[in-house]
Nanobody, 115 residues
Framework: VQLGESGGGLVQPGGSLRLSCAAS????????MSWYRQAPGKERELVAA????????NYADSVKGRFTISRDNAKNTVYLQMNSLKPEDTAVYYC?????????WGQGTLVTVSL
């Protein structure tokens, strides 16, 4: 199982970014995919999750209405569209899959929201 995030960077408050996570090594279309983030000095937290076919999504209260998780099963990729970014969204963002009872993580992509 391999997961690779991309799309992070420096953005001003109120701006937008789109993160991508490319997956391989498992049947992507059968698994729930999640985005987590970890800010400096804080624990990793769930940001959003999406079911295998994309019909159900779930979001942390702190990002509801601003972030959108989606997936393209033909491309084995899950996305996180982040709008109206705030400085408190600054973190390393990770995608995750639970495969055969084991959590697999990507290497993360850094998002910095600052003037």
């Amino acid at each position: 199982v391999q997961l690779g995030e991309s799309g992070g960077g420096l953005v001003q408050p109120g701006g937008s970014l789109r993160l991508s996570c490319a997956a391989s090594g498992f049947t992507f279309s059968r698994y729930i995919m999640s985005w987590y983030r970890q800010a400096p000095g804080k624990e990793r937290e769930l940001v959003a999750a999406i079911t295998s076919a994309g019909g159900i999504t779930n979001y942390a209260d702190s990002v509801k209405g601003r972030f959108t998780i989606s997936r393209d099963n033909a491309k084995n990729t899950v996305y996180l569209q982040m709008n109206s970014l705030k400085p408190e969204d600054t973190a390393v963002y990770y995608c995750k899959v639970r495969f055969n009872g084991v959590d697999y993580w990507g290497q993360g992509t850094l998002v910095t929201v600052s003037l």
